[in-house]
């Protein structure tokens, strides 16, 4: 479990998937040789096999007495098209608990955006129906965002709608927010669009220090040294692309803790420029 220290703030990894594999169905241009032109992606974020190592994890955010889990995940029981992710049984909440955090203890959830990875462990299975799955929590979404999905669902990986968004808003634990929503006085969203119409990032300042939270505004360190390899799953590819170079640019040698939210490893580093381009320094 990986932990780091804001000001304040403190921030925990939950992982509930890490592996290493082809990412060329997520990220075309990551060939295995690619990748392996890039020599600072090693030994974190490129396997020994050449393959990139991907990380699907949450965010605990601890503010102001304020426990913020950012994004939830693929979750367990959910029917997807994807082997990894299809009825998974794993053991997520558990680890909250054991960490301290049980479910009932959670007071908000924040999507950055609503794609199956980041909403899953929003609901649970009980006795044949969804429910939410931290019930005393609100759950922070931007109005943009749910209603471009509300307007294209078959677009998702799977019933994501029906399993994991619906049910939390029919419940009436939705807070509808804006892009640049202030959380606590330490967590504010910051609008990152183009990987989905209303994505947000998380931003954390406390005591003069500061982090921010990826979100899928970069799904891999490498578009650190590439900014212009997009996802295959971008909405809008050039406003991604628009958005990852300014994020990169802001942060570029300055204190800035940058929490990738599926980077593996250490995660988190600092974005150091590096020739015509970046790379994060871990």
């Known amino acids: 479990m990986q932990q780091w220290k804001i000001g304040d703030v403190t921030i925990t990894k939950f992982v509930e998937i890490e592996m290493a594999s082809s990412a060329t169905w997520l990220l075309p241009k990551a060939t295995n040789e690619a990748l392996e032109a890039i020599p600072w992606l090693r030994p974190h974020f490129v396997a020994e096999t050449g393959d990139p190592v991907l990380s699907i994890h949450s965010l605990l955010v601890e503010s102001e007495g304020r426990r913020i889990l950012v ?13 990894a992710w299809d009825r998974r049984q794993g053991s997520f909440l558990r680890d909250l608990e054991e960490a301290g955090h049980p479910a009932p203890a959670i007071d908000t959830v924040l999507c950055t955006h609503l ?10 299975l009980e006795n044949g129906r969804w429910v939410p799955t931290f019930a005393n929590a609100r759950y922070l979404w931007n109005r943009v965002e749910y209603e471009y999905w509300s307007a294209n669902p078959e677009k998702q990986l ?3 709608m029906g399993d994991s968004v619906e049910p939390v808003l029919e419940a009436g634990r939705v807070d509808f927010v804006d892009e640049r929503h202030v959380v606590t006085s330490e967590v504010q969203l910051e609008p990152t669009p183009g990987h989905t119409p209303g ?19 970069m799904h891999h360190p490498v578009q650190c040294a590439h900014p212009e390899w997009g996802a295959s799953v971008d909405v809008d590819p050039g406003q991604a692309e628009k958005t990852r170079r300014e994020f990169l640019a802001r942060c ?31």
Request: aromatic share 4%; hydrophobic share 40%; charged share 25%.
């Open 71 to 83: 994004d939830t995940c693929v979750g367990n029981d959910k029917v997807r098209p994807m082997k």
């Open 115 to 124: 794609h199956v990875d980041h909403v899953g462990w929003n609901t649970r």
């Open 158 to 160: 799977g019933d994501v």
């Open 199 to 217: 994505h947000v990032s998380v931003h954390i300042r406390s005591r003069g220090e500061e982090a921010l939270i990826t979100g899928d505004l």
């Open 252 to 282: 570029a040698d300055r204190p800035v803790l940058v929490i990738g939210t599926h980077f593996a490893g250490p995660t988190a580093g600092r974005i150091v420029r590096d020739g015509d381009a970046f790379r994060l320094a871990v």
